[in-house]
């Protein structure tokens, strides 16, 4: 008799962040029966492949303070956990994966009053409240930095690092970059992740000018929500809101500027890509800094706040790196010293531990 496939839920939304991570799972678990649990208008809804059935519920994130609106945002949470165990219940799953964010809240509780077991994965150096509440409940919490254990000392944590899509693996893409950026010319890479960064934008056009002169070429992708993202026109710049290949551009970039949420730093490492950060300063908790301080501490990047970083500082950073190739090699090692490449493989055999058990 053929056997019985296992049903894994798995709650993941909002942010590439979020999603990336979840998409490598699900796609090292085959012999799985996987369905995704998202809400609407989100980015789960274009990202998440067909294969995948989205279930899509109700829910909100807590502002701060009690108000009439927080209360509306309570009973909504109710009926999302009883949506979230309707669905595990009426869908006989055997198990819940999570990456974080307030769709984690309804779906942790819903699946341990199912008396189900639940893998959490935390991408970021410093845990997210959501992580740090619901982390004891769980049968594990795998997560992307190691010094994230120490925030969580009542949850059971194994370092897995951060799964990436399955690109950053397959060295054959790096002959795959489809831009016009010739051989042996010094490479800039800009991009803010998933959301872009307006404030890097604005930084980096007023610095350009400089590298251009240097002889670097500069791919700089800003999101689309940069009202001025064609203010900036030269033959060395090529702008563009997001670039599919990713992991081509990062092994091809001499040296990368870049926000610090835990996506766009995972990729870095596993390209071995010298980077430049510059941490989103309105971050849940200032967390980026704490995962930019992971790569800053074993020598993989530079790091520089926002608030203290003006256009001269960045033009004459990068210059110098781009005169020191030693540097940037040296960078690019200490980067792929602490990639976790074989990340999704991991966290899938902790699934099935877990879930198989």
Known sequence: MAKVPIKLLIAASGTGGHLFPAIALAEKLPEYKIEWLGVPNRLETQLVPEQYPLNIIAVEGFQQGLSLSS????????????????ILKQGNFQ??????????????????SLGLPVVF?????????????????CSAVAVGFAAASKYLPRAKTVCVGTPVRSQFLDTAVDNALDLPIPNGVPLIVVFGGSQGAVAVNKLVRQSAQAWFDA?????????????????LQHPQYIVLPFYDNMAALLRRANLAISRSGAGSLTELAVCGTPAILIPYPFAAEDHQSYNAAVFTDVGAALTFKQSELTPEILQQRVLDLLQSSAELAKMGENAKAIAFPDSADKLAALVREIVER
């Open 215 to 231: 002889g670097a070429y500069v791919v700089h992708l800003t999101g689309d929500n940069d009202p001025d993202a064609a203010n």
């Open 121 to 137: 994965h935390e991408s970021n150096a410093l845990p997210g409240k959501v992580t740090r509440f619901f982390g004891p409940w």
């Open 71 to 86: 209360v509306r945002i309570l009973f909504k949470l109710m009926g999302s956990i009883l949506e979230v165990r309707r």
């Open 95 to 112: 198990g819940l994966f999570t990456t974080g964010g307030y769709i984690a809240g309804p779906a942790v509780i819903a699946a341990r």
